[in-house]
């Protein structure tokens, strides 16, 4: 699956470059507001690479942070194609939950994709994840990911205009995949020690694979098409609202749970640092600032 990896792998970095593209241009534009006088916000690009054992060439990726912009207030677009061979623990997670077999026999894997954390300066426009991947081992491969939308104020216009948004690009694919896709989220986007959701859902698959690569890829495309005109059209929307100092203190204790998520209980965060990825690129979801009551 050479040209299949190659080109997923290329397409999480278009997706990318145009994300970064929208959100630098939301700085560029924000001419009003409390923090209209800062500089436009920039994203800072780091090259990121990973190494196996023994040394040797595993792969990376790009880690592109924006801090401290008139719009958001730490953001973060990150891609990595990384390979090698699974550790022991990670056989075991991959073998518990998907059941497949040989995994200690050759534990060699390839995986590619794109991962989007947004924590806004505006307490009143929402936080926001996203990402889209793919995975290969010799014994199986898959596409996952999704978006969901994590405001702190919540506005029953603005949730129903990001599921509204994600169902349409996604029932072009039939209409199975939304409802299946939203009930997905709202179960692993939970915190059952809080007893809650970490935000008002969105979108999730994983393990998706029908045999047809070409046609998951697109399903995989069309997931990661359909976050900016969800998600944009809600930050121009609210980047003007005014706020109070309750607000920011909303937003910081949401914050904690955000942080609390992703610590405990995200895949993909453990998988980054049991495989070795860059440390700062496997955690740059984490809030600049947050708070626990």
């Known amino acids: 699956m050479e040209q299949q990896k190659s080109t997923a792998s290329a397409w999480f970095r278009t997706l990318r470059d145009e994300i970064v593209k929208a959100f630098e241009n939301l700085e560029d534009t924000q001419m009003e507001g409390t923090f209209s006088d800062l500089p436009a916000g920039r994203f800072e690009v780091t090259e990121t690479k990973r190494t196996g054992d023994s040394g040797e060439d595993a792969g990376g990726g790009l880690m592109s942070v924006m801090r401290g912009g008139r719009v958001f207030e730490k953001v973060g677009v990150n891609i990595s194609t990384v390979y090698g061979t699974l550790g022991a623990r990670a056989q075991a997670a991959m073998m518990a939950r998907k059941g497949l077999d040989g995994?200690?026999?050759d534990p060699r894997f390839w995986a590619s994709g794109i991962s989007l954390v947004a924590h806004m300066q505006n307490p009143h426009a929402p936080a926001v994840h996203m990402n889209t991947r793919m995975f290969w081992t010799p014994h199986a491969w898959w596409f996952g990911g999704g978006s969901d939308l994590n405001p702190c104020i919540e506005y029953d216009e603005d949730t129903a205009h990001f599921h509204d948004t994600q169902k349409a690009w996604l029932d072009t694919h039939g209409d199975?995949?939304?409802p299946k896709f939203k009930a997905w989220?709202?179960?692993y986007f939970y915190i059952p020690h809080r007893n809650r959701a970490r935000g008002v859902g969105g979108v999730f698959m994983d393990d998706h694979c029908t045999g047809?690569?070409?046609a998951d890829f697109t399903l995989?495309?069309?997931l990661g098409?359909?976050?900016?005109p969800a998600y944009v059209p809600l930050v121009e929307k609210r980047r003007n609202n005014e706020w109070s100092e309750a607000d920011k203190d909303a937003q910081l204790v949401h914050r904690g749970l955000y942080a609390e998520y992703?610590?405990?209980y995200d895949r993909g965060t453990k998988f980054g640092l049991e495989t070795g990825h860059d440390a700062n690129a496997v955690l740059m979801s984490l809030p600049p600032l947050a708070k626990w009551v």
């Not at 098409?225 to 900016?228: E, I, K």
């Open 103 to 105: 995994m200690a026999d």
């Open 176 to 178: 199975a995949h939304y």
């Open 185 to 187: 989220a709202d179960e």
């Open 212 to 214: 047809d690569w070409a």
């Open 220 to 222: 995989t495309q069309d």
């Open 225 to 228: 098409r359909a976050f900016l």
């Open 262 to 264: 992703n610590l405990v």
